[in-house]
C-alpha cells in the first residue's frame, strides 16, 4: 500500500521491495567498497607484521649501556649523518674458544662506518690495530679507571671495552659517535654463513696448516671457517704479513658482502632478507641506544644504497719513529682532512636548479654533450684535496677531466672558467653546471681545452654530493674481487 509522501518521494509499506540500485553503481560500490576494507586490513595487518618484525629482530640484540663512560667533552652532532663503530672481538669465551686460549679480549679490527644524510653514501673508515694513539681516561669495566696514556689503540678495547674504544676514537677524530655494533668470531661465521657464502678471489693458492685455510688460486666462494681464516690470517702468503695487509683484504671482503648484501635478487626475497637480518641480530652486541626505531630509521636512510655507493679506507700512517717495524702513527696531513669531511659531511645533494636549457654561446652551434668537453683544473685555494674533489662532481656529471693541479695561491681570487682557441661551446656547457661563471677566453690555451680555476667561492655542482676526499688504497664495493687481489 502506498501512502503519502513529500514531492517527488514515495514510501512503500508490506512486503514491496524498494527500487532496485542501478546494477553497474551498485556493482562498482560494492567492489570499491570491498576493495577499501581490503586495504585498510592489510595495511593495519602490514603494520603490526612490520612492527612484530623488528620486535624480533630487536630482541635477539645483546646490549650495554655505555653513556655513563663516555664523559662529557665529546664532539657536537653537527648533521643528521649517522656514525657507527664496528668492532671485531678476538674474544676465546663461549662458542669461540676453539680459536685458542688467549686472555682478555682486544679489538682485533676497528672500523668507522660513515652513512652521509639520507643514506646516499657509505664510507667505513679502518684504523690499524698496530697504532699508537693517545687514549683517554676510561672506566673499566669492572670498576675502577684506566688512566690516559700512549698506546696501541686496540688496547682501549681490552682495558675500558667498547666504551673506551668509542671515547677514543672520538678524541682522535673529532667525529661524533651514534652507536656501537660488536661481532666476535661466531657472530662473523654466522653472517657470512646468512648470505650462503662470500665471494672473494686470490692471487695464488694458498695452503696454510696455522689457520687452517686452504684456498685455490682466483675467484671463489668461501663461508663458515673459511671465511674467518681468510680475513684473520697474517701468514699463508696472502699479502706481506702486516696488519695495514690485513685489513686491506678485509675492506674487500666486506665490500663483497655489501655487494651481495645490496643485490637485488638478496633485496627482493624476504625470507632471505628476514634469515640474514636475523643472523646479523644474532651475531652482535650493540649499544642499548640502538633500539627498534634506530634500526628502522638507520633502514630508511639506506633504502636505495647500492654497492657503487660504499666505499672502505684506511687511516692514512706512517712509521712510528721508536718502532717503525712492528708499530705506526697516524699522518696527520692526510688524516685531518679525511676526519674534517666525514664531520661535516651534512649536504644533501640538492636537485639541480631549473634552466631553460644549455646556454648558446654567441658563436651558435648545437649544444655540446658534458662527454665532449676536456676539463682541466687548478686549485687556488691552497685547500688540500679540493681539486680532485671537484674532479669527482664533474666526472659525476659526465664531464672529461683529463688533469687536476694546483697553482699559487692568489688571495681573493675566485673561480673561473676559461677556454681555450674552439672551445667557447664546450666552456659554456661546463658553465651551465656551474653557475655564476661566465666563461672567459684564454689565448694561450690548448685548442678544444677548457680550464677551471678554483677560487676561494668553490666550484661545488649544484645536485651532486660533497665528495669526500681519496685516499690511497681505498676500496669500493663495486669493484670486481679479482680486480683487487
Known amino acids: 500500500m502506498q501512502r503519502l509522501a513529500a ?17 553497474e553503481r551498485g556493482r562498482r560500490w560494492r567492489v570499491l567498497g570491498w576493495l577499501s576494507i581490503g586495504l585498510s586490513a592489510a595495511l593495519v595487518v602490514g603494520s603490526l607484521t612490520a612492527y612484530g618484525f623488528w620486535r624480533r629482530l630487536d630482541g635477539q640484540i645483546d646490549r650495554e649501556n655505555v653513556d655513563g663512560k663516555l664523559g662529557t667533552a665529546r664532539p657536537p652532532k653537527l648533521n643528521n649523518s649517522m656514525n657507527i663503530l664496528l668492532m671485531g672481538s678476538d674474544s676465546r669465551e663461549g662458542e669461540n674458544a676453539r680459536y685458542g686460549t688467549e686472555v682478555g679480549q682486544r679489538s682485533d679490527t676497528t672500523i668507522l662506518l660513515h652513512l652521509s644524510p639520507g643514506g646516499e653514501r657509505a664510507i667505513g673508515i679502518s684504523f690499524p690495530r698496530d697504532s699508537m694513539v693517545r687514549i683517554p681516561s676510561c672506566k673499566k669495566r669492572g670498576g675502577g679507571t684506566v688512566p690516559p696514556r700512549l698506546d696501541m689503540i686496540n688496547s682501549a678495547y681490552a682495558l675500558g671495552g667498547p666504551a673506551c674504544t668509542w671515547k677514543t676514537i672520538e678524541s682522535l677524530t673529532n667525529i661524533r659517535i651514534d652507536h656501537y655494533v660488536e661481532v666476535d668470531f661466531s657472530g662473523f661465521k654466522r653472517v657470512v654463513d646468512a648470505l650462503d657464502g662470500v665471494e672473494i678471489c686470490v692471487p695464488k693458492a694458498i695452503d696454510d696448516p696455522k689457520s687452517e685455510l686452504r684456498l685455490r688460486k682466483g675467484r671463489q666462494i668461501v663461508r663458515g671457517d673459511q671465511a674467518l681464516g681468510y680475513v684473520r690470517t697474517r701468514t699463508g702468503g696472502l699479502g706481506d704479513g702486516s696488519d695495514l695487509s690485513r685489513i686491506q683484504r678485509q675492506q674487500a671482503f666486506m665490500a663483497s658482502v655489501v655487494k651481495k648484501a645490496t643485490d637485488k635478487g638478496m633485496l627482493t626475497d624476504p625470507g632471505k632478507t628476514y634469515a640474514f637480518l636475523s643472523a646479523v641480530t644474532k651475531s652482535i652486541k650493540a649499544d642499548d641506544r640502538l633500539t627498534v626505531s634506530a634500526m628502522q630509521k638507520l633502514a630508511g636512510g639506506l633504502r636505495g644504497m647500492s654497492a657503487g655507493k660504499v666505499r672502505f679506507v684506511t687511516v692514512p700512517v706512517q712509521a712510528y719513529p721508536p718502532d717503525p717495524r712492528n708499530r705506526v702513527q697516524f699522518n696527520q696531513a692526510l688524516a685531518a682532512p679525511l676526519f674534517e669531511a666525514v664531520r661535516r659531511d651534512n649536504t644533501l645533494p640538492q636537485p639541480a ?7 648558446r654561446p654567441a658563436a651558435g652551434g648545437p649544444p655540446v654533450r658534458p662527454a665532449q668537453v676536456q676539463v682541466t683544473i687548478y686549485n687556488a685555494t691552497g685547500t688540500d684535496g679540493l681539486g680532485g674533489r671537484t674532479a669527482d662532481q664533474l666526472r659525476e656529471k659526465g664531464f672529461k677531466v683529463v688533469k687536476v693541479g694546483s697553482r699559487p695561491v692568489t688571495p681573493g681570487a675566485r673561480t673561473q672558467i676559461l677556454f681555450g682557441p674552439g672551445a667557447q661551446r664546450h666552456a659554456a656547457a661546463l658553465a651551465a653546471v656551474l653557475p655564476g661563471h661566465p666563461p672567459k677566453p684564454m689565448p694561450s690555451g690548448k685548442p678544444g681545452q677548457v680550464y677551471l680555476i678554483v677560487g676561494k667561492d668553490g666550484a661545488d655542482v649544484p645536485g651532486v654530493a660533497k665528495a669526500l676526499p681519496k685516499v690511497a688504497g681505498e676500496v669500493r664495493a663495486d669493484q670486481d674481487v679479482c680486480a683487487r687481489a
Open 353 to 359: 636548479p631549473p634552466r631553460p636549457g644549455p646556454p
Open 7 to 23: 514531492p517527488g518521494q514515495v514510501y512503500y509499506t508490506g512486503t514491496a521491495p524498494p527500487p532496485p540500485e542501478p546494477p
